[in-house]
Nanobody, 120 residues
């Protein structure tokens, strides 16, 4: 199983970016999918998560600005980021809780990370 993230880049404060992360390989079911971020010198933190039924959870710092969504048919999760601030600058990692087959237990998989830089 692999998670491939894309969509990072340089954006000015107040701008928008959309991150995507697609899971591929032998996949039976995906429960939760989410985005984490790690800024320089800081610990990795949860940004947003979404379960297969559609319920979502957001960090307080991004509520009202970021929106997480998923396409279950394509095993893909998105993060729409609006009103970006310099403090949103970080490497963003996608995460998914995946069962490879009916007989496997679910486990966490991580994407490679994509850099988001918010700067004028």
């Amino acid at each position: 199983v692999q998670l491939q993230a894309s969509g990072g880049g340089l954006v000015q404060p107040g701008g928008s970016l959309r991150l995507s992360c697609a899971a591929s390989g032998t996949i039976f079911t995906i429960n939760a999918m989410g985005w984490y971020r790690q800024a320089p010198g800081k610990q990795r933190e949860l940004v947003a998560a979404i379960v297969s039924g559609g319920s979502t959870n957001y960090a307080d710092s991004v509520k009202g600005r970021f929106t997480i969504s998923r396409d279950n048919a394509k095993n893909t999760v998105f993060l729409q980021m609006n009103s970006l601030k310099p403090e949103d600058t970080a490497v963003y990692y996608c995460n998914a809780d995946i069962k490879r087959t009916y007989f496997h237990a679910g486990r966490d998989y991580w994407g490679q990370g994509t850099l988001v830089t918010v700067s004028s």
